[in-house]
């Protein structure tokens, strides 16, 4: 029996590991797997575990208030060490491009444990956009032992950067969380909806915006275009999860609350968000998975990015990047909302996988181990 440790900090690498984690234990006499969450984002973590019901067996609470990123990163690694001395697993699995990634794939490495990278090979190329993720892919990539790369693109963009062994494209496993779903469960989360007075029709919008490079100037160009919007379209209905960091929470409650038909609501369990993204007829946002979710819906999405290392969806013509301007964000959305819902849909596949990913990344792992 191999002990295989997922490390973990933030919900959308719960959602993408879920299904993995889900496949793995399937066969108890194979692996001991062990999750491990570093509570990066504590409370979106855990209330996404839930979901999956799934619970972490080591938990690191990591984070404090406008900590640094120096300061998040010795406290994960210094934490961390201590679990590979006592677990002493034979893998670890991350995924994504976080602060945790990082952490996990250094401290695996001092320890001489193989790392498997589930959606590796993303890259923007530029080492501030996105800032600090893109740079954090790129290291953990250095010492990666298997590279479960979601599409060919990323399959290349690895080879690029002269790594060529053990690199299998399985397709995004964010496909296989979508299929975990069952149609009743998403449409459970009408009540939440409607608890909250949000109206769910064809005149809906997602906003979702959090990114660190996003912060500061960025996010009042973005606020400024949104409330242009708002006032513009008043018969749409504008949904705003807020994320808890204090840099955008603050301004968004301070400059859209006014707003009747912008409705800012915590940060959603991951059926309503997925309820959110089936329903809406935009989706403005900075997210990298949403990115990656949204075609599955053929809902049109602007990235409010200047860099995207998921460009299959830009080639495809399922979403668009507009940077962080007023104009440009406000001009692009005109473009879907002005239209009829029926006839914005996209008329594309969805670029990121079939739904199995999660099922060949396990066979993968038992060849390995079998060598």
């Not at 945790?100 to 190329?125: I, Q």
Request: with cysteine; proline share 5%.
């Amino acid at each position: 029996m191999k002990t295989i440790i997922f490390v973990f900090g933030t919900r959308p690498e719960i959602i993408k590991l879920a299904p993995v984690i889900l496949e793995l234990r399937k066969y108890p006499n194979d692996y001991k797997v062990l999750l491990c969450n570093t509570e990066q984002q504590k409370e979106l973590s855990n209330q996404t575990l839930k979901y999956f019901g799934l619970k972490a067996d080591i938990n690191l609470n990591s984070m404090s208030e406008n900590q640094t990123l120096a300061g998040v990163q010795s406290k994960i690694t210094a934490s961390l060490d201590k679990v590979y001395d006592k677990y002493k697993p034979d893998a670890t699995i991350i995924q994504g491009d976080t602060m945790t990634v990082l952490c996990g794939a250094l401290v695996s490495y001092y320890h001489k444990v193989p790392v498997f990278y589930v959606e590796a090979g993303l890259r923007s190329y530029n080492i501030f956009e996105p800032f600090p993720e893109e740079i954090m892919r790129q290291m953990a990539s250095r010492v990666t032992t298997l590279h479960f790369a979601p599409t060919p693109d990323a399959e290349k963009a690895l080879v690029k950067e002269n790594i060529r062994e053990n690199i299998e494209v399985v397709g995004n496993t964010v496909i296989d969380a979508l299929f975990c779903l069952s149609d009743k469960v998403i449409e459970d989360a009408k009540k939440y909806f409607d608890e909250k007075s949000v109206k769910i029709d064809d005149k809906l919008v997602l906003v979702t915006v959090h990114r660190r490079e996003n912060h500061g100037e960025r996010l009042d160009s973005i606020i400024k275009a949104i409330s242009g919007l708002a006032e513009k379209y008043s018969d749409h209905t504008f949904v705003l999860p807020v994320h808890p960091n204090p840099n955008v929470k603050i301004k968004i409650w301070e400059n859209l609350r006014r707003y009747e038909n912008i409705k800012l609501l915590e940060p959603l369990d991951y059926p309503n968000l997925v309820y959110l993204m089936k329903h809406a007829k935009l989706i403005l946002t900075d997210s990298g998975g949403i990115q990656e979710e949204a075609p599955t819906f053929k809902c049109p999405t602007l990235v409010m990015r200047y860099e995207t290392e998921r460009k299959e969806g830009i080639k495809a013509g399922a979403s668009k990047l507009v940077g962080s301007e007023t104009d440009k964000i406000f001009k692009e959305s005109e473009k879907v909302l002005s239209g009829d819902y029926a006839k914005t849909r996209l008329n594309c596949q969805n670029p990121y996988g079939d739904g199995k990913a999660s099922i060949r990344i396990e066979k993968l792992i038992r060849e390995y181990f079998s060598k």
